[in-house]
């Protein structure tokens, strides 16, 4: 990793990566190890204990894992600390509803431009992340790309979410990386759409040709939290919105259910994804 790497990395870290190296560092003094020896314990180097230290490289998943087994004193420190060290690497507009999103009790998305985050297969997110403006160092793309696969365990949780996506059609047919990862892509989003817990709709391309379009506005994410209180979340340019106002809120999802009324139904979507997954592409 290069020196502006680190620096980056350090000026970028949040509360929670902070509050892990000093742990880790208190931790590892307490019991009088070195950082090269602590390094030696857990498998990584003394240089990366230090950058742990630091934080000019936070904690990847597997370091928490063996830092709690190696010096976590039976407390379940750098155990609980997993999830929220994981949200501490999302971009900044995206923090405040990433534990939101993981615990929701009903998501509904309608994405106009790019396949929805929790959907994206892993070739995609890199190929989407990593060709960005400005550009990112190759550590923070894959630090991203990780971040954003380790959403999918909403899929599987218990208690089951319900998941919804209504993707436009041109978003299907928006290559990003190289066509076959496009088609990977595609073959993932059918696999997901017939998950029980998940439901897939298609606006079609043609659907403003018909006088009326109610998603011609942009993409957004209505959210029924844990609380069963109702949010709405909204994302541009870096810069994200979240709307609580109960009279807002009923406003958008008046406007999202016009959406799902428009969109191609959950059959013929996923056809229509199976057919474009299998076509040549020039």
């Not at 396949?115 to 960005?132: C, K, M, N, P, S």
Request: charged residues 25%; negative net charge; proline residues 3%.
């Amino acid at each position: 990793m290069t020196a502006m790497a680190r620096a980056e990395n350090k000026d970028a870290a949040g509360g929670v990566t902070h509050l892990v190296a000093d742990l880790a560092r208190a931790l590892r003094e307490q019991q009088a190890l070195s950082q090269e020896q602590l390094g030696s314990r857990i498998g990584y180097t003394g240089s990366a204990i230090s950058a742990l230290e630091t934080c000019a490289q936070p904690a990847s998943d597997q370091m928490l894992v063996k830092l709690e087994e190696s010096i976590g004193a039976g407390l379940g420190i750098f155990e609980k600390a997993r999830r929220y060290v994981l949200m501490d690497k999302y971009p900044p507009q995206f923090k405040d509803f990433s534990l939101m999103e993981a615990q929701a009790v009903t998501l509904s998305a309608y994405e106009t431009y790019v396949v929805d985050g929790l959907f994206q297969t892993e070739e995609y997110a890199r190929a989407l992340i990593g060709g960005g403006y400005p550009k990112l160092a190759e550590q923070k793309v894959e630090e991203l790309v990780g971040a954003r696969m380790a959403r999918r365990a909403l899929f599987d949780r218990e208690p089951t979410a319900m998941v919804e996506l209504i993707v436009d059609e041109a978003v299907l047919r928006r290559p990003f990386g190289s066509w076959e990862v496009l088609r990977g892509q595609l073959r993932s989003l059918a696999e997901d759409a017939r998950r029980d817990n998940v439901s897939l709709q298609v606006m079609p391309l043609e659907r403003g040709l018909r006088g009326a379009h109610a998603g011609a506005r942009g993409g957004m994410k209505l959210v029924e939290t844990k609380e069963h209180h109702h949010v709405v979340y909204m994302e541009i340019e870096d810069e994200s919105h979240l709307v609580g106002s109960p009279a807002k809120v009923a406003q958008l999802s008046h406007r999202y259910a016009k959406i799902r009324s428009q969109a191609l139904s959950p059959d013929d979507s996923l056809s229509l994804i199976e057919r474009l997954a299998g076509e040549e592409q020039r």
